[in-house]
Every structure is written in C-alpha cells, then in structure tokens.
C-alpha cells in the first residue's frame, strides 16, 4: 500500500507524456518532409528521414504510454501531493539563486565581457551570495578570503587553458 | 601467444618512464578528490580531464583518464562513508553499510575495506578485460551492419531497464531522446543537414562532451546547492589498514562481486552503480550473517565496492572490442580515445594490439596508485571533506564552462552544455534514468548509419535482420527484455507457471 501523504510524480508524468508524445509526432512528421534526394540517384533505403522518423514515432508511442499510465495513477489518487522538482522554502530559494548565478555566467558574462573579468565577478559573487550569513560576525575576513580563492581560482584557470594548453578564452 | 607477449612487453616499456609515474600518482589523487566530493561524478572528471588532457601524447593522455575513471569511482566511497552521500552514483550502496559503520566508530576500518575491495575488484575486472577482450572483438569482425544495428537497440533496451529498474519505461524513453538528440545536424552517409534549421551551429551536431558535462555537470551543480549542507559523521579515525584476515573472511563475495560487476560493466550503457547494486542484492541473498546488511555489514560494504570497482574494466571491453561503451565514464573514455586518433573497435587487434594490452597496464597503475594513495592519505582526504559547497561549486561550473569551450573553441558549445544541464535536471529529478540518455547520443550514429546500410545491402528485406545468428541472438534478447518488463506479460508468464503443476497433478 503506497503512502497517500507521499508526493507523487503522476501528474508530471502525464503531461510529460503528453509533450513527448507530440515531440515525436512532431519529430516523425518533419522526418517524412525531409527529402528522399531521389534526384541524385541514391538508394531510397539509405533516406535521412528514415531512422529519426522511426525514433519519433517510437517516441510518440512511449509518451502515450507514459500518459495512459499516469492519467490512470491520477484517477486513482487525485488529491495526490505532486513531487516539487525545484524542492520547497529554502531548498527552492537556493536552487533559484544557483540557477540565475550559473545562467547570467553562462550566457550573459562569458564572450561578452573579458573572460578574467566574467569568471572573478562570478565566483566571488557566489561564494558571497552562498557563504556569508549576515548575523555571523567576521563577514569583512570572510570576505577577504573569498576575494583570495577568486583570485586563485581565475589565476589558476586562466594559467592552465590559455598558457598550458594554448586555447583562445572566450 | 609469442607475439601477443611482444605486444604486451612493448606496451610496458612504453610506460616505464618519470613523465608515467608522476602522472598516475596526481591523476588517480585528483581522480579520488572528484570522486570524493558530492556534486563532481567520474563521468564529469574524464569529460573535463579530457579537455584538460588534449595537448598531451595519447598513451599518457589515456592514461590520465583511466586514472581519473578508478580513483574518482573509488573516491565516491569516501563520501559515502562519512557523509552518507555517495561521491558518485556508484557508491550509493556503499552508503547502507559503510555510514552505520562510521557511526560505530569504525570509519578508518570501513575505508580501508572499501580501498582493498575496489582495488580486488579492479583486478579481477583487469584479468577479464585480459582474457575476453583478443576473443571478443574476434567475435566482432563476424558483425556487420545488421549485427551492428540490433547492438545499439539490445544496449539502448538493456541500459533503460537495468538504470532504471522500478520504471524501464523513463530509461527507454530517456535512450530515445538520447538518440534524436544525436540526429542533429549532418548525417554521414549523404552530409545532409537533419534538424539544424539553418543555424550553422546546429549543422555540425551536439559534441558528446558538452552533453555529457551538462547532464553531469550543471545538473549536479544545482542538485548540491538545492539539498542541504551534508555533515561529517566523524572526524576521528581509527586502524585504516585492514588485516589481511578482514579481507580474507569474505573471499567468496569477493570473487562473486568482482566476476558480477565485470559482467555488469560488459553489457553497454550498464555501469559501476548497477554493478555495485547487484553486486550487493546477490551478497546479501548469499550471506549467513543478511540480518546484519544496511546496519554495518562488511560484507554488504565488501561487495558495493568490489562490484563497482570490477565494472571499470568490464566496461572497457565493449569500448576496445565494439566501439561501445559499457558505462558513462567508459562513453568520455571512448569519445577521448577518437579525439587523441585511437580508433577502438573490432579491428583494434589487428591494427593496435598494443594499445588493448596498454589499457591493461594503465587500469594496473591505476589500481596501484589507488590503493597506496587511498591508504596512506585517508587522513588529509578527510580535509577535503571540509571543503564548504559555496567555494567548490562555483570553481566546478567555471570548469565546465571552460572544459566544453577549450575543445570546440565555439561558445556554441557552452549553450549546449547549460540547455542538457537543465533538461538534465529536470529529466533526473522526474527519474528519468541520464546513463541511457548519454548512451543514446552515443550509439544514434552507430544505429542511423547501419539500420540504412543494411537496408540498402538487403534492398529492403528485413527478414534477413531476423535469420543471421548473432542477430538473431541480439533480437531475441532484446525482445525477451521488453516483454520481460511489461507487466502484464510478466502476470501471464507467473499465471502459466502457476497452472501448470495443478494441471500435471490432476488425473
């Protein structure tokens, strides 16, 4: 007997199904589209579309599996907690602000600002944002050592690609 | 035999330098550290040591990632025994006896265990990786593209069962979208451009080491900084060197564990942490003391980590011998052995024996390098352990920005590693196994090119896919996996059995 207090990933489940089912829908009908390339000759066996058309529609075929099966979990426990993927209170918060920090350094920093800069902003950044905790005393030498480990950790990352192993930096 | 001995010695002397031992000892000590630290896995240490190691000679290069491989799936136990986190997905059965053991007082006792049993393991794995794989990839000469194709829907079919045990439905669908993700871009037989909507980008594919740092990288990043802090269950340690009666008194679940997880490694996509799992079920199934497993058992620690650690070797074999990888790391292991101009497969014996019999001795130094290092500096890895999240984290997402980069030299690369990173996240929060996800990007190749040769060697006639031997042995397998996991099928199958001794009985 399942517990009915425990979250549950059925209804996850069910519209992941759903959206996979149409991304393989999706998936097979471009794969039909894509040319035989017939007028070059070619063997119509050896088509492009051929094997992507057959994972899209295998696909489609597990999503509705998947959605069938959840739907009927649903049914059977429709008060059921869902599973929070991005966890609850603090958990979630944590998880948020690790997210926006990695994404803005990822996406928005690197290749657009000089590589040492985008990479000592981000680090100190998050070990500031994660590390201080504003009620303990010492946050100027907590600080200080941070501002040390940044500098080391660029240092030493920007020594290691660019002069050991001789890559442009973006 | 004479020149297989040849190819042995020259692969030996090929090591026997200051450059090899330098590299072993600080490659297999990294390798323990990533291992060790919650959030950094040995999938994620070879993807980014193969970036670091691109500009070396490719014996040494091999050679630091093989180290990396084994000290990293043997540094996770560290973790596993005094956080009660498993450093990698592989120690996670080390956690239910190894953590009640720290508990009691015992940690130094539980990692010396744990650093003898993975390096028998490894050993035993070794001596299979020696006597199957000249046999094996001599099998595979026989495999053409029929062979091929059915190989890449058994280890896609067997690899989303066996990760994902309670539900092959995630872990089939998760090899699935690993292989329409390695339909993006130019196909090889006809160079034309599938899914790439004009961007140039897209034209040239997903590179398989962006994938994997992203579903290993990034999605553990964020793991980590989600889950509250782990604590240390001690800082004391006692004895860390085992006696040899320790390790004596359980030689049985040693070999069983050590011939389980090389048999386990073998089968593709499958790795240490299935090895390392079924290792334990059969371990504790075979023991008269079962009362005591998840309460401190070292039995039940002995088999989690000789099974993991058997698995490294057991899935080189499919790598040296197919083309295939038998686990995560192995598939970096694989990817790395391309990009430094090894080219491993069924020719591999005729045209590198040498380099089969040079992976031999890497995974020995490896095996040495671990268990002196994890021996001796039990203590000062203890340190490690203190290292707070918010200053490793941050350090490990600059490596894996840069890592990607540093290959490709396209930041094209680094969007690819953050969008897998995040679907990575949310597929394993929803279970979705990641091992068969990597495998598929992996084999789509393998399986778009040799589905469509095949067809056009037997002009459309599949029934030939069906009557060749070793085909038909792989479709036979693979059917009776499916249907073995459907459980209405498997209802019927135990209603029959059931019937059949009340009909034999009746007059």
New interface residues.
Partial sequence: MSDPDKPT?AR??LW?GLA?ALLGLA?AE??WR??R?EE?G??P????????GV??A??AV??V??AL?AAKEVRAAPAARP?R???EGD??R??L???A???V???LL??RIPYAAA?AV??FA??A???LEPRRPGVLARLAV?GL?TAA?TAG?IY??ET??????? | MTSQLDHFLAALASFASFATLFNVLGATFIGIVIGALPGLTATMGVALFTTLTYTMEPNQAILVLICVYVGAIYGGSRSAILLNIPGTPANAATTLDGFPLAQQGRAGFAMGIATTSSAIGTLIGIVFLLLLAPPLAELALRFQSYEFFWLAVFGIVIAGLMCAADDPLKGWIAGILGLLAAMVGQETIHAYERFSYGVTDLAGGFNLIPVLVGVFGLAEVLTVMRDPPAVLATTKLDRVVPRLSDITRYWRTIIRSGLIGTGIGIIPGVGEDIGAWVSYAAARRASKEAHLFGKGSVEGLTAAETGNNAAIPGAIIPVLTLGIPGSAPAAVLLAAMFIHGVRPGPLIMQEAPEFVYGTVIMLVLATLAMAFLGLALARPLLYVLRVPRHVMMPIVFVLCVIGPFAISQRLFDVWVMVGFGLVGFVLREMKYPMAPLVLGVILGDILDKNLRRALTLADGDVSIFFTRPISAVLWGLTLLLILGAVPQVRALVARAFRRRPRSASAP
């Fill in positions: 990933l996850h489940d992941t996979l998936t471009e794969s894509m040319p390339l070059r070619i063997d066996w050896t088509a492009p579309g051929i094997v992507p994972l899209g295998a696909l597990l999503g599996v998947l099966r599973v993927i991005f966890g958990a979630r944590r998880f602000v690790a997210l920090l990695n994404l350094y990822a996406c690197v290749g990479t981000y680090v998050f070990m944002v994660f590390g941070f480990v950790a990352v290691l690609f050991l192993f001789l890559v442009r930096l973006p």
